[in-house]
């Protein structure tokens, strides 16, 4: 059974940063998706970057915001500079068993951590 679990995330003020976490137990990171999403309240879950086949996929925040890997710990990463209040969300992430569909959409992902909150005040 695929585990994910997040961390690092917490309140910031605006043009801060975090460092989210996500390591993974019971998946080997492949060439399959990996990803961040980030739901705002009242909002559905939206893509924020991924990963497939080493090639980072932005949604927006291109240039704010970096996906990365660490394959020997089984751990994804998502650095997030310059926050912008309208970051502010849960941030997951996700993992795909199998190849097909976008790597920012939500349902190409069949695995997902329980969420870490981020907080950016002005």
């Known amino acids: 059974q695929i585990q994910l679990v997040e961390s690092g995330g917490g309140s910031v003020q605006a043009g801060g940063s975090l460092r989210l976490s996500c390591v993974a137990s019971g998946y080997t990171f492949d060439d399959y998706c990996m990803g961040w999403f980030r739901q705002a309240s009242g909002n559905e879950r939206e893509g924020v970057a991924a990963l497939s086949i080493g090639i980072p996929y932005y949604a927006y925040a291109k240039g704010r915001f970096t996906i990365s890997q660490d394959k020997p710990k089984n751990t994804l990463f998502l650095q997030m500079n310059s926050l912008k209040p309208e970051d502010t969300g849960i941030y997951y992430c996700?993992?795909?068993?199998?190849?097909?569909?976008?790597?920012?959409?939500?349902?190409?992902?069949?695995?997902w951590g329980q969420g870490t909150q981020v907080t950016v005040s002005s």
């Open positions: 996700a993992v795909a068993t199998k190849y097909g569909g976008s790597c920012l959409r939500p349902e190409s992902y069949s695995a």
